[in-house]
C-alpha cells in the first residue's frame, strides 16, 4: 500500500528544495497530483495531505472524480483532448494543458461561451520533437498563440511539455531550458490575450530540474500515488 500522505510530503519537501536552489519562491511553483487512473479513495487521502491540485488525462475520469471531490480543488486537463469531449469539462475545469492545435481551441472556445466564462489554457510543445507525442513544434508555437489569441472565449496563459522519459534528467535540461526561452521570446511580442506566466513542465523524474529551469507547474504521479497499473489483471 503506498503511503500518500508521506510521498506526498517527500515531494513536497523536493519541491521546496528545488526552489531554494534555484533562488525561487516557493509560491511560484504549483504541484499537481497527476492522479489518473488512481481510485477516489486516493484523492482524498492526497487532499489530506494538502494537495489541491489534480491533474488527469482522461475526460471520463475528470466527470467522474470533480463532483465527488471538495470544490476547492483545481483540476488540470494534462492529456491529450477530442473536440467532442471539451463540452463535457468546460464548466469546471481550470487549465486545459494540452492544446496543441487551432480546431482545438476553437471548439473550447464554443464551450467556453456557452458555460458564460473564459477558459485559460496551455500551448503543447513537442520540445524534444518526439513523433510519438502530441504537442506543436517549437517553430510553430509563436504563430500558433497569435491565431489562438483572437479567440475570446479561451485565455492563453502559458506553454506545455512533456519531456522524453528518462532515467536520467539532466538530459531533460535542455528541453526545459528551451521551452523557457520559447516562452520569454512569446512573451515579447507582447500578444493581446496571451500571457507566458505558466510553465508546465516536468514529472516524477525530473521535476527538480524543471524547477531550475523555471517551471511554474510541476506534474507528478507516481512520486504521490505509486506507479500505476494499465494491465487489466496484471
Ligand atoms: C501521467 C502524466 C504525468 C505524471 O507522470 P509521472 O511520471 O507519473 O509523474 C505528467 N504529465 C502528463 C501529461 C501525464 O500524462
Not at 489530506?48 to 475528470?62: F, M, P, S, W
Not at 464554443?110 to 489554457?121: G, L, N, Y
Not at 513537442?126 to 502530441?134: L, M, P, S, W
Not at 520569454?184 to 507582447?190: G, H, L, Q, R, W
Request: proline fraction near 3%; include cysteine; glycine fraction near 6%.
Amino acid at each position: 500500500m503506498d503511503d500518500i500522505k508521506a510521498n506526498f510530503n517527500s515531494v513536497e519537501e523536493r519541491v521546496l528544495s528545488a526552489c531554494k536552489r534555484a533562488g525561487r519562491d516557493r509560491s511560484e511553483v504549483t504541484l499537481i497530483a497527476v492522479s489518473k487512473t488512481k481510485p477516489i479513495e486516493m484523492l482524498q487521502e492526497a487532499y489530506e495531505a494538502g494537495a489541491r491540485d489534480y491533474g488527469e488525462n482522461k475526460v471520463q475520469e475528470l466527470t467522474a472524480k470533480m463532483p465527488v471531490l471538495p470544490n476547492d480543488i483545481s483540476w488540470h486537463m494534462i492529456g491529450h483532448l477530442q473536440r467532442n469531449k471539451v463540452k463535457y469539462i468546460a464548466e469546471g475545469i481550470s487549465l486545459i494543458h494540452s492544446v496543441d492545435s487551432y480546431r482545438l481551441a476553437e471548439e473550447i472556445n464554443i464551450q467556453a461561451k456557452k458555460a458564460k466564462r473564459r477558459i485559460p489554457i496551455l500551448i503543447e510543445v513537442n520540445v524534444a520533437g518526439e513523433d510519438t507525442k502530441f504537442g506543436v513544434a517549437l517553430d510553430e508555437t509563436l504563430q500558433l498563440c497569435k491565431e489562438i489569441s483572437e479567440l475570446d472565449g479561451v485565455e492563453i496563459k502559458g506553454l506545455m511539455t512533456i519531456a522524453p522519459y528518462t532515467p536520467d534528467p539532466e538530459s531533460n535540461r535542455p528541453y526545459f531550458r528551451q521551452l523557457k526561452q520559447l516562452s520569454i521570446d512569446i512573451a515579447n511580442e507582447k500578444i493581446d490575450n496571451v500571457s507566458m506566466d505558466i510553465l508546465s513542465m516536468g514529472m516524477t523524474g525530473d521535476f527538480e530540474v524543471a524547477i531550475e529551469e523555471g517551471s511554474t507547474m510541476v506534474r507528478v504521479g507516481t512520486g504521490i500515488f505509486g506507479e500505476r497499473n494499465y494491465g487489466t489483471t496484471a
